[in-house]
């Protein structure tokens, strides 16, 4: 019977740790399991995650693909059955953030006809397709074109000194 004077760990659990650089007779002095020379028996000897002793290392070898813009615009796509299954009278891109009705970070918001509209709704949206505006408005509602925010455009440097010349 198991009784907790009795519980013992299996055997090859647990091992008494190394203890290095204690005498030759220990097996583990002088070099302390290091080895005799080179970069990992000196104090410090460290290479940094990736290092593969000077050959060229995999992060280096394999080709690099694509490209993330770091200013791409996002818009939010909303079908008109997505908005009839919100139940709300209006529709903006400020609201439906507010509302935590879409999730993540949203520049614009673009309304496609997909799907059916029954009850008459205020839309403010960037984009509205042809469909959907015909049918927002035949459900008896309103459709609002936000004009699409203006980012900052970068002057070139030929700009820059044209601008300069003048002043």
């Given amino acids: 019977m198991l009784q907790l004077n009795t519980i013992k760990a299996h055997p090859g ?20 399991g290091k ?18 002793g000077g050959q060229m290392p995999l992060y280096r070898r394999i080709p690099k693909r694509g490209f993330k813009n770091p200013s791409r615009r996002t818009a939010a796509i909303l079908n008109l059955g997505d908005i009839d299954r919100l139940g709300v009278k209006e529709v903006s891109l400020e609201a439906l953030v507010a509302g935590n009705l879409i999730k993540g970070r949203y520049d614009r918001l673009t309304v496609l006809g997909n799907g059916a509209l ?22 008896g ?14 002057q070139r440097n030929r ?4 601008a300069q010349a003048k002043k």
């Fill in 141 to 154: 509602g309103k459709v609002e074109l936000v004009p699409i925010p203006e980012g900052k455009k970068r």
């Fill in 159 to 162: 700009d820059k000194k044209q």
């Fill in 13 to 32: 659990a647990t091992t008494t740790r190394k203890r290095l650089g204690r005498g030759q007779g220990s097996g583990l002095g002088a070099t302390a």
């Fill in 118 to 139: 029954k009850s008459a709704v205020t839309v403010k949206a960037h984009r509205v397709s042809a469909s959907a505006k015909e049918a927002i408005e035949k459900a």
């Fill in 35 to 52: 080895g005799d020379k080179g970069q990992l028996a000196r104090s410090g000897g460290v290479a940094r995650p990736g290092f593969e």
